[in-house]
């Protein structure tokens, strides 16, 4: 992961609570894979991350990441016919969810999936589909295809600053020219 623009260390004035927003690039599957350790390192518990992106665009494998990250050793399965996979880590509960196929709210509430925000890890693919029954990201990973690899906007709320914070100090060693 490499930042776009080193003059302006990658980030915009100011996101949701004042935050900065950051851009990254993410030039291939490798930095994908570190940006989940990091992810994996900074979460406490309770979080809601927003995944957005379009199909292919590396949600999954970043979910994924961030799983084996945090020792899961089971198989990751994409959530898009389940709508949600539930895992337990060592230090949280992690709720994987893909809205793509989601029909109404209805759905979402038999899900069970509401009263767990707060206190489970809640990940959601697809989150535009679910908006209005959703409450707002504490971070949001907004995914895209870029000349080379993948494009990242982090946008976080004062409930991810600490992920969003994890995520700044890192970029630099994501960078292709830095791994060793
Ligand atoms: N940084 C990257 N650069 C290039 N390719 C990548 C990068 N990260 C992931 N990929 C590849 O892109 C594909 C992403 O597929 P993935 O299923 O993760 O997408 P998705 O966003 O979850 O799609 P969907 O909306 O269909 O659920 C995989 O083939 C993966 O190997
Ligand atoms: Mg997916």
Redesign the pocket.
């Known amino acids: ?1 490499t930042l776009r623009n080193s003059s302006s260390a990658g980030s915009d004035a100011a996101g949701a609570d004042g935050l900065p927003v950051q851009h990254l690039v ?7 894979v570190r940006l989940g350790s990091v992810l994996a390192a900074a979460l406490r518990g309770g979080e809601y991350l927003a ?1 957005r ?12 990441a961030l799983l084996r990250a945090a020792g899961f050793l089971g198989p990751v399965r ?1 959530p ?1 016919f389940t709508l949600v996979e539930p895992y337990a880590l060592g230090s949280f509960q992690l709720l994987h969810l ?1 809205l ?1 196929r989601l029909g109404d709210a209805e759905e979402l509430e038999m899900l069970g999936v509401r009263e767990r925000f707060g206190d489970a890890v809640v990940l959601i ?2 989150p535009e589909r679910g908006e209005g029954w959703l409450p707002r990201p504490d971070i949001e990973l907004a ?1 895209d295809f ?1 000349a ?3 494009s990242l906007r982090v946008c976080a709320a004062r409930g991810g600053a600490h992920v969003a914070a994890a995520i700044a100090a890192a970029a630099p060693t994501f960078s292709r020219e830095n791994r060793s």
């Open positions: 992961m993410l030039a291939d599957e490798t930095a994908m995944l992106g379009p199909l292919g665009a590396g949600k999954t494998t970043l979910a994924r994409s898009t893909d793509y693919e697809w995914l870029a080379e690899g993948r």
